[in-house]
């Protein structure tokens, strides 16, 4: 089974539409993390959380939200969608020792409409 | 604020030859400097990580080098095989207090059989 999943993979959506991404792991890691990549560009980070109680903005958070529901779960939603939101969604997580390894779940990809 | 590029965006080689993917970072206040593989549909898996304190990591076919001082490092890929095809990123550790990677925006290799 994968370390790092995300649901759903695929979504097609409206402008205006709230839509949440999921990510679920079983690394035991505390660090989670939600970028997004558009095509020709590399990983932008949306938000990150190192326990469940902290939340904290990345490059882009603009648009967005997210939720540590647990140590296991980090949701991102998107409020109110729109088309320049379209792009693949990664998650990835970490254990914050001294060499930041992530680990990246397989992505979602966005479309809205 | 560091920036991350990757050149080129694009690659295409005949199976069997050597060759070598660039990644160049403007801030050498870093920790490490990761390769990572990125397959359609997938996340990204590390490759190779290299510490601010070598100069490269082996695995395998792959051989990654670091140059702070000059802000680069390359990927090398011996006797590259259609398996190979897949997509590049580099992504830097920096040493300020952020706690996140930042990325290039990747090399698309694809290896004709």
């Known amino acids: 089974d994968a370390d790092v999943t995300q649901t759903p993979r695929n979504r097609i959506t409206k402008t205006g539409k709230r839509i949440m991404l999921e990510c679920s792991q079983t690394k035991g890691h505390d660090r989670m993390y939600w970028y997004r990549q558009d095509p020709g560009l590399g990983l932008q980070l949306i938000y990150y959380?190192?326990?469940?109680?902290?939340?904290n903005k990345g490059e882009i958070s603009d648009g967005y939200s997210v939720s540590r529901q647990a140590q296991a779960k980090f949701s991102l939603s998107l409020e109110s969608a729109i088309p320049n939101q379209t792009a693949l969604y990664f998650c990835?997580?970490?254990?914050?020792?001294?060499?930041?390894?992530?680990?990246f779940g397989p992505g979602t990809r966005l479309l809205v409409l | 604020k560091q920036e991350v590029t990757q050149i080129p965006a694009a690659l295409s080689v005949p199976e069997g030859e050597n060759l070598v993917l660039n990644c160049s970072f403007t801030?050498?206040?870093?920790?490490?400097l990761q390769w990572f593989r990125q397959d359609p549909g997938k996340g990204l898996t590390s490759l190779l990580l290299?510490?601010?304190?070598?100069r490269e990591q082996t695995s395998g076919r792959l051989n990654a080098s670091l140059d702070k001082s000059s802000g680069r490092s390359t990927l090398y890929i011996a006797a590259s095989q259609p398996g190979d095809s897949a997509t590049y990123l580099c992504?830097?550790?920096?040493?300020?207090?952020?706690?996140?990677?930042?990325f290039g925006s990747g090399t698309r290799l694809l290896v004709r059989p």
């Open positions: 959380s190192f326990d469940v109680k902290d939340i």
């Open positions: 290299i510490q601010s304190s070598q």
């Open positions: 992504a830097v550790d920096p040493m300020d207090s952020s706690y996140k990677l930042i």
């Open positions: 801030d050498s206040a870093i920790y490490n």
């Open positions: 990835a997580t970490s254990d914050g020792r001294e060499v930041e390894t992530q680990y």
